[in-house]
Nanobody, 116 residues
Framework: QVQLVESGGGLVQPGGSLRLSCAAS????????MSWYRQAPGKERELVAV????????NYADSVKGRFTISRDNAKNTVYLQMNSLKLEDTAVYYC?????????WGQGTQVTVSS
């Protein structure tokens, strides 16, 4: 079965950095685009970044452009989100997602808290 497991979240000061990882299993990872989403308290889940199956193309929400970088290692079945220059408003639970044949699969999420 499809499984996505996020890790790497934590508490960081404004201006700091974190790298999130999402380990995938149960499907042919290299065939599918992968996405990172986030959901802050009281807000809807929003798309943060997307990467194509081979990693040749990426797209970002305007709020994170120039600060976050999505990447993937198809040999390790893992997608990453490097987050730099973190702001208070980046505080959220971060999820990775894959869409396979019209079905959406989500990980359990990892908490990122930006606080001084």
């Amino acid at each position: 079965q499809v499984q996505l497991v996020e890790s790497g979240g934590g508490l960081v000061q404004p201006g700091g950095s974190l790298r999130l990882s999402c380990a995938a299993s149960g499907f042919t990872f290299s065939r599918y685009a992968m996405s990172w989403y986030r959901q802050a308290p009281g807000k809807e889940r929003e798309l943060v970044a997307v990467i194509t199956s081979a990693g040749g193309s990426t797209n970002y929400a305007d709020s994170v452009k120039g600060r976050f970088t999505i990447s993937r290692d198809n040999a390790k079945n893992t997608v990453y989100l490097q987050m730099n220059s973190l702001k208070l408003e980046d505080t959220a639970v971060y999820y990775c997602k894959v869409a396979i044949l019209g079905h959406y699969y989500w990980g359990q999420g990892t908490q990122v808290t930006v606080s001084s």
